[in-house]
C-alpha cells in the first residue's frame, strides 16, 4: 500500500477500529504501532483521517496502564 499507492476498501476503517484499549496490552503491540506507523505514513492521505487516528490513539493513552 505504501509503496504502490494502490487503495484496499475499507481498510482504514478497520484499522482504526482496531484501536481500542486491549491493543496496548497485547504482547504484540510493538508490531501492530511500527505497521501502523508505515500505513499512516503515507503522503496521499488527508490530513483528518491521520488527525482521527492521533486523536484516537491520545484518548487511549490516558487510559492505559503505567
Same mark, same amino acid.
Given at each position: 500500500? =505504501? ?5 484496499v #476498501?475499507?481498510?482504514? %476503517? $478497520?484499522?482504526y477500529?482496531?484501536?481500542?484499549? #486491549? =491493543? ?18 503515507? %503522503? !496521499?492521505?488527508?490530513?483528518?483521517l491521520?488527525?482521527?487516528?492521533? $486523536? $484516537? ?5 490516558? !487510559?492505559? #496502564?503505567?
Amino acid at each position: 500500500m =505504501v509503496k504502490y499507492n494502490f487503495e484496499v #476498501p475499507d481498510f482504514y %476503517t $478497520k484499522l482504526y477500529s482496531l484501536f481500542e484499549l #486491549p =491493543v496496548l496490552r497485547s504482547a504484540y503491540r510493538a508490531r501492530f504501532f511500527r505497521y501502523s506507523a508505515d500505513f499512516l505514513a503515507s %503522503t !496521499h492521505l488527508p490530513e483528518y483521517l491521520v488527525a482521527a487516528f492521533v $486523536k $484516537k490513539l491520545s484518548r487511549m493513552c490516558l !487510559h492505559a #496502564p503505567a
